[in-house]
């Protein structure tokens, strides 16, 4: 009884190394490629979820809304408007102090963002795709 490379000796030993080879990698691409179709379908589920849970807020906030005097939603809407200009002023401290060639071109209510259809995460990940950050 030999060893197991007198198995891979000669030209038929190096086409069956270079099949186990072969078959090695793509089993490992296929494996990503799903694991990368299942990230996906995952997030759309979250973004389902989330659109699902601000709709039923929204709900919930007109409903009260509507039995509240009408001084109530001038102070929500102050609030907000005082968390949008908290982040903006944020976020322009930490792109002035950590960020090379970095400008502020527009400033728009996050509501505009908010409508879109996908996630902070995914246009994030399209931004940094388009920016070539590293």
């Known amino acids: 009884m030999g060893h197991l490379s007198d ?14 080879a072969f078959s090695v990698v793509f089993l490992v691409l296929m494996s990503l490629m799903l694991l990368l179709i299942g990230v996906k379908h995952l997030a759309g589920l ?15 906030k007109a409903s009260k809304t509507s039995s509240s005097p009408k001084e109530a939603p001038r102070a929500v ?7 949008d ?10 792109a002035a102090g950590g960020l090379e060639n970095f400008r502020i071109s ?7 963002v908010a409508d879109s259809l996908t996630s902070g995460w995914k246009r994030l990940s399209r931004l940094d795709n388009l920016e070539g950050w590293e």
């Open 7 to 20: 198995h891979f000796q000669g030209p038929l030993g190096a086409v069956v190394l270079s099949l186990i």
């Open 46 to 60: 979250i973004d389902a979820v989330k659109a699902a849970k601000e709709a039923q807020a929204q709900a919930v």
């Open 77 to 83: 809407v102050r609030a907000q408007e005082a968390g």
């Open 85 to 94: 200009q908290l982040i903006a002023v944020l976020t322009a401290a930490i």
């Open 106 to 112: 527009s400033v728009r209510p996050a509501v505009a």
